[in-house]
Structures are given as structure tokens and as C-alpha cells.
């Protein structure tokens, strides 16, 4: 989406909460193409810290029309977190409202707010924040029946966000899901699906049938979830939640991510191992949702989880690794390089 272009607001369903922006002037030189660009990031988990920082080894490879991240935490000043007093394993995120222009800086165009965290601070909290994002010219989707669309270059593109959580579109109904992906897909050329799905940790990075549990939450059966989507409308799926990257399939020629992993947490999400190991996806897909090209950009957040290039790259060879082992001849392949494409 184009810098210069502010997001218009419209509410065009009645049972959705609907954000249209306007985007994508023909590039300088040449005639318009039929693709769009999208990049996708794992967890941004703002917290108050050297905000200037958070971004500035990986701005340049924010580059797109979509540039999808998943919000984990919230943007307020509210005090009264969902943690009670005294509770060490309670996490609750928050930063400053000030913060939410940082992330169009670096290149975010929409932030997804189905995930766990979305409510850290209550309903004042996600109202603050849902304020702050549009503010700084983001788009929000993920709360019930939110839908976020943009129009690039004459493409027609609907984000569409879920969770296992009531104050998220709901990843557990997957009928419901069905159904909102089919309502997205009647406006928009290409609908893109993220979900915020599946135990957390090291100890979860393959993605298995049936329903994932972790800390007595049921975290929605991903692999039915996003073939289910897929088959309803879907033209890509990118998830996050496990907080660590997870294997890629190809699944009715559609691309499935099952995990972007951690990408900023600072001094707050665990980065030692593969928990430190993330990336950015970036994918080119044409009017008619070919694929045109994909490719993971390596990074690390090892130490402080502030993200910046890896130089073993150590991203391509998980997200390798994963995707040959859980999807056998659905795996898409990774290159030397980080390029992506779908099986032989």
C-alpha cells in the first residue's frame, strides 16, 4: 500500500467491522501489473523499551502493498492488566499508544488482533489500541467479522484474521470461518487468511492433526482450519501463535504457513534456540492468486528480541527441515537461498 495513501474507513457490511484502503499507483515508467505484494511477520509484542530499534535492521524487508504482522500485546496507557497481583506466569503486553506510528514506519499496513493477547488490558485496552493502529494509517482485522480490505492496483485484496478466543473471529468454528472467508472472497480478488494457532514453544513446531492444546486452551486444529479455508475462498493462509516457525504445505495450489514465529519481543518472548529463530515471508501473488514468487528472508531475535538479519540463516533450513517432514509431497521447497516454491 502506498505510503502517501491514508486508509478509508467504511463500515459496507452490517455484520462486519470493515476497513477499505485505497492503494497502489501505477509504478513510475511502466503500465500496471495484476500482482500484489504482501510480507508477513510472526509475534510483535511491543512492550516500553528502545522502540526506535524495534524495526531498524529489518524495515527494508517490510517492502510490500500487504504487510501483515500480529499484533501481541496491546497499544495503551490502561494500568489494570488481566494478570493478578503477584502472578509470575501471567504475561500481559502493552506500550504506549505512541508507539503505533513506528509500525507503519517500518512498513506495516495492516495488524492482525486475534491472538491471546488482544484483550491483556481489557476491552479499554483493545479499544486504545484499535484507535492508535488506525491512527497512524494501519488497518486492523481479527476482532468478530472483521474483515480488512485494500484495493492494490485494481486487485481486490481481504485480510481476514482468526483465534480460539471469543474476541476474535473464531479458528474453532470452522463453518463460521467458512462463512466469513466466502463473504470476503464475494468482494475480493485475493483473500488471505491469518491465524493464530497451536501450542506454543520449541517443543511444538511440527504441525500434527487434530486439535492442539497448550495450558488447558483448546489452540484450533490448524492443519483442518487452513485447509478448510483454503477450500473456501482462501488464496493464502500465514499463522502465528507457537512462537516458533512451523513447516510450509502446498494445498490446492495455495501456500499454507503454519507459523511465522516470534519477530519482536523485547526482553519479553523467550529467544534462546528456535524460539529465536524467525524470518519474513514475501510473496508475490497475481490478480488470479498464482503464485509469482515467494521467498523467507532469515532473521534473529536471539539475546534481546529485537529482529535482525542471521547470517547462518538458519530459518531456511527449519523451515525446510518441518515442511518435508510434516507434509511429505505437499512440502513446499526452500531453496539455498530462501526462495519458496510449491512441490514438483
Not at 466469513?180 to 513446531?205: C, F, K, P, Y
Request: a positive charge; hydrophobic letters at 40%; aromatic letters at 6%.
Amino acid at each position: 500500500m502506498s505510503s502517501r495513501t491514508r486508509p478509508i474507513l467504511k463500515r459496507i457490511w452490517p455484520s462486519a467491522v470493515v476497513a477499505l484502503a485505497l492503494a497502489g499507483a501505477t509504478p513510475a515508467g511502466g503500465t500496471s501489473k495484476p500482482v500484489v505484494h504482501l510480507a508477513f511477520t510472526g509475534d510483535v509484542a511491543m512492550v516500553a523499551g528502545p522502540v526506535d530499534s524495534y524495526f531498524a535492521s529489518v524495515s527494508a524487508d517490510l517492502k510490500g502493498d500487504v504487510v501483515l504482522g500480529n499484533l501481541e500485546g496491546t497499544l495503551t496507557d490502561q494500568s489494570s492488566s488481566k494478570c493478578p497481583a503477584g502472578d509470575s506466569n501471567c504475561f500481559a503486553f502493552h506500550a504506549p499508544p505512541s508507539y503505533a506510528p513506528y509500525l507503519r514506519r517500518a512498513g506495516f499496513t495492516v495488524m492482525n488482533l486475534a491472538n491471546n493477547h488482544a484483550l491483556d488490558y481489557g476491552t479499554a485496552g483493545q479499544r486504545d489500541t484499535v484507535a492508535a493502529v488506525r491512527k497512524a494509517g494501519l488497518l486492523t482485522t481479527g476482532r468478530p467479522g472483521e474483515i480488512a480490505y485494500e484495493k492494490v492496483r485494481g486487485t481486490r485484496v481481504a485480510i481476514v484474521g482468526f483465534a480460539p478466543y471469543p474476541w476474535a473471529s473464531s479458528l474453532t468454528n470452522i463453518p463460521a470461518a467458512q462463512a466469513l472467508v466466502r463473504q470476503a472472497d464475494r468482494w475480493a480478488d485475493l483473500v488471505i487468511v491469518t491465524m493464530h494457532a497451536g501450542a506454543e514453544g520449541s517443543d511444538h513446531q511440527h504441525v500434527r492433526p487434530g486439535t492442539e492444546w497448550f495450558l488447558g486452551e483448546n489452540r484450533g486444529n490448524a492443519l483442518a482450519f487452513a485447509h478448510a479455508v483454503v477450500r473456501a475462498g482462501a488464496d493464502l493462509v500465514v499463522g502465528s501463535g507457537p512462537h516458533v516457525l512451523r513447516g510450509m504445505e502446498w494445498y490446492r495450489g495455495r501456500l499454507i504457513a503454519y507459523s511465522m514465529g516470534n519477530f519482536v519481543g523485547y526482553h519479553t518472548l523467550a529467544t534462546s534456540g528456535v524460539t529465536g529463530v524467525t524470518g519474513v515471508l514475501q510473496v508475490t501473488l497475481g490478480r488470479n492468486a498464482s503464485l509469482v514468487s515467494a521467498h523467507l528472508v532469515p532473521l534473529t531475535i536471539a539475546g534481546d528480541g529485537i529482529p535482525r538479519p542471521d547470517p547462518s540463516e538458519a530459518a531456511h533450513g527449519i523451515v525446510r527441515t518441518l515442511s518435508q517432514e510434516d507434509f511429505g509431497k505437499r512440502a513446499i521447497r526452500v531453496s539455498r537461498t530462501g526462495d519458496l516454491s510449491p512441490p514438483r
